[in-house]
């Protein structure tokens, strides 16, 4: 071996026992004073801040109006004459078009014609009514009137019977002649007679009294049948004149017409698979629907507020409140429908704009709150760290409401505490923390 090589050796080789020295003096320290301390965790705290929170859900949408209504021809004829154009605004009963159907105008006139026909046949029927009757009455005087001749007949039979007798006893005592009993006989049988007749007068009596009582009670019928028949000529009347009243195309509701599709002279036919005439929309009131996802379907309800922004129109988000819901889910999405209608007094608010509606399903106002990120959840139970005396102190609290943000504390906080704000789910129950300012501090009196 060269000797130069030999004083590097040895320079090495010092070094190492060296460093061999120095690290046994080091773990002698440590194995002398135990282990060493552990470093100090740097967090960042805030103080709990009373804040309105709310859980709301945002979805999009469009604005429809209340309601648009296809107008179809209800009879065919040719237009007449029509009165409004797109654009225009219209009021309820407000003529929109009118149709010429002149065959229609004839049938018209024709059902009002039987109407008076069928009331002149019914007046007629009255005064038969009243003929009858008056023969009812006469055919009853007529038989009084024989009854009456009955009792004479009776009484003259009596009366001769009982002189036939007498002369007949004279006869036989020889104290009368024979020719007087003849003539008493004679005068005897003549009332006899007599009475006959006067009972088949009454029997023709009695007949014509029930022919009177039935002339009489048929003509009670044609007077009915007659009353029946004006009430037939007037209902096909009124449904001619329904049909006539077709020809006048007037507006359901006052709103605006947004469909044109007639000119003069065009011919209409009924029927909803025709195109419409014309499509009016109302504008006092527009909705708009929002497909609320099936985790907040539970809590929303008619009457919660909303709000309402339109990208077409600048400014502040329309209120309103929900007015509808459709209580069951769709079963394809699993989405609740709910409709929001706005006022639209003056027509500012067109169907059809994009909008973005939210939901504020429940609202807690001026509430004690943490950010979200400072609560810790585990094991069913819910804390937050303080910061005590340079330390962490777990602080067992009861949550209630939280926006995603921001959490409502309930109970647990006075409000004073300097409370850890993220990652306070690592911090062990008495740990040595230090607080350190946040990067960007807040300007004073802004709100977080």
Not at 14 to 40: D, F, I, R
Not at 125 to 148: H, P, T
Not at 166 to 176: G, K, T
Not at 365 to 371: N, Q, S, Y
Request: net charge neutral.
């Amino acid at each position: 071996m060269p000797r130069t090589v030999l004083p590097l050796i040895n320079g090495f080789a010092t070094a190492a026992v060296l460093l061999a020295m120095a690290a046994g003096c080091e773990q002698s320290s440590q194995g002398k004073g135990g282990q060493a301390a552990s470093p100090v965790t740097r967090v960042e705290v805030v103080r709990p801040e009373r804040h309105t929170v709310r859980r709301s859900v945002g979805e999009p949408g469009e604005l429809q109006a209340f309601e648009t209504t296809a107008i179809h021809a209800r009879i065919p004829g040719y237009v007449k004459v029509w009165t409004v154009n797109l654009g225009a605004h219209v009021t309820k009963g407000q003529l929109l078009a009118e149709l010429s159907v002149p065959e229609l105008v004839a049938d018209v006139q024709q059902k009002r014609a039987a109407v008076e026909q069928a009331v002149a046949k019914h007046k007629l029927a009255g005064a038969a009514v009243k003929v009858a009757e008056a023969n009812v009455a006469a055919a009853e005087a007529k038989l009084a009137e024989v009854r009456a001749g009955i009792r004479r007949a009776d009484a003259d039979l009596i009366r001769w019977q009982a002189e036939y007798q007498r002369v007949e006893q004279l006869f036989q005592a020889r104290a009368q002649t024979g020719s007087l009993l003849d003539e008493t006989r004679n005068k005897l049988r003549a009332s006899e007679a007599t009475r006959d007749e006067v009972l088949a007068k009454v029997a023709t009596a009695d007949v014509a009294v029930i022919q009177a009582v039935a002339a009489r009670d048929q003509a009670h019928s044609d007077l009915g049948a007659a009353a029946a028949a004006i009430e037939v000529a007037r209902a096909d009347s009124r449904h001619a004149e329904a049909l006539l009243g077709f020809a006048r195309i007037e507006a359901p509701f006052d709103g605006i017409v947004i469909q044109r599709n007639v000119d003069t002279g065009d011919l209409t036919q009924p029927g909803a698979d025709q195109p419409p005439l014309f499509v009016i929309a109302r504008s006092d009131i527009v909705t708009i629907w929002v497909a609320i996802p099936e985790v907040f379907a539970p809590a929303v309800n008619p009457g919660d507020r909303a709000e309402v922004k339109l990208q077409a129109v600048p400014g502040p988000a329309i209120e309103g409140k929900v007015t509808r819901i459709s209580w069951a889910l769709d079963p394809k999405v699993r989405t609740l429908r709910a409709e929001i209608d706005i006022p639209n007094p003056d027509a500012k608010l067109q169907p059809g704009l994009y909008a973005n509606a939210t939901v504020i399903a429940e609202e807690h106002p001026d509430v004690l709150t943490l950010p979200a990120t400072a609560v810790v959840s585990q094991q069913g139970k819910d804390s937050c760290v303080a910061v005590v005396d340079g330390k962490a102190a777990r602080r067992p609290i009861r949550v209630g409401l939280s926006d995603g943000t921001r959490t409502e504390v309930v109970s647990g906080l006075k409000g004073d505490e300097a409370v850890v704000k993220a990652n306070a789910a690592s911090l062990a129950d008495g740990q040595p923390v230090q607080v350190v300012e946040p990067a960007n501090p807040p300007a004073p009196g802004a709100k977080p």
